[in-house]
């Protein structure tokens, strides 16, 4: 017999049969395969599957945003509860949720039911219960009006209003549908989106006019505001005709795209 029918595989289809049933998009054990020209690196993967994936994404949209992008920014901003913060063009509500967890010590991990070190050997369940249990206690609530967002599309409203629920205090997140240049006053807030940065708009309206009217809208209607906007159309910088106060790069899902903030006087 081959050496590699020795292994629990090939023994369990020797002794029952059949191959051992894996579930395909929720397995007990990752196991990642490497290789890099002649050399392969088995390593498991004590996590589980990515982190990124927080799990409160049940519905999307076109270009939404990667959940650690989204936390990057609100960890960029240095906003920690203290102001209202509204994200105009929430699209599937992913920094309306990255800001919640970080305002509400949401742990990242909160929706994973399992992780990969849970299968390891020296896996102590009571230890990781005990340590889960306190971190979740430290859950607090979200105060009324804090977080807020809108989109123009019908479609999008209802996916980030779905994707915060599934979140301990989503359900007091207020979105509504609108047009951003609709909205009468942004004042002493903080704002945070990411614009549209490709996808086809109304055919009357290119980008750079789009990013013009948000510019404008930021410097009318946002007064003691700071608005935090991530481009992943770079070029769209010198569009919205307002100084960044700073300009960090994000590089992203093959964008390397800019998050620039705003003082808005
Ligand atoms: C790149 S997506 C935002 C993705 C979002 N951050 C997420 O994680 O799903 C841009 C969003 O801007 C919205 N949008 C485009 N034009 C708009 C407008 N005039 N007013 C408000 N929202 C608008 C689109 O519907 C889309 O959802």
């Known amino acids: 017999m081959p050496e590699r029918c020795r292994s629990g595989f090939f023994q369990e289809k020797i002794k029952f049969g059949k191959r051992p049933n894996v579930d395909r998009i929720n397995p007990d054990v990752w196991l990642n395969l490497h290789i890099e020209n002649t050399r392969a690196t088995i390593s498991f993967d004590t996590s589980g599957g990515s982190l990124h994936r927080r799990g409160y994404r049940r519905e999307s949209v076109e270009a939404p945003m990667q959940e650690t992008l989204a936390a990057a920014m609100v960890a960029l901003s240095g906003w920690k509860g203290e102001k209202p913060l509204y994200d105009p063009m929430c699209g599937s509500g992913t ?114 006019e789009f990013y013009k009217n948000f510019g404008d809208f930021l410097k009318q209607r946002c007064k ?7 481009f992943g159309n770079r070029e769209m910088l010198k569009k919205i005709g307002l100084k960044p106060a700073w300009k960090k790069p994000i590089r992203n899902a093959g964008l390397d795209g800019r998050v620039a903030k705003y003082e808005l006087y």
């Not at 849970?118 to 009006?145: H, M, T, Y």
């Not at 055919?203 to 750079?208: I, P, S, T, V, Y």
């Not at 003691?224 to 991530?230: D, E, L, R, T, V």
Request: glycine fraction near 8%.
């Open 224 to 230: 003691g505001s700071q608005a935090y906007i991530y």
């Open 95 to 208: 920094l309306l949720c990255e800001a919640l967890m970080k305002t509400c010590r949401i742990p990242a991990g909160f929706l994973k039911k399992n992780f990969g070190f849970c299968f390891l050997p020296d896996f102590n369940k009571g230890l990781w219960e005990s340590i889960k249990k306190k971190a979740d206690e430290k859950i607090s609530p979200l105060p009324p009006e804090l977080i807020a967002g809108s989109d123009i599309e019908r479609m999008a409203v209802k996916a980030a209003k779905t994707n915060c629920r599934i979140l301990p205090g989503g359900e007091m997140i207020k979105i509504c549908r609108t047009d951003f240049k609709d909205i009468s006053n942004l004042e002493n807030s903080v704002i945070m989106c990411n614009p549209p940065y490709g996808i086809r708009l109304k055919k009357e309206e290119d980008l750079g």
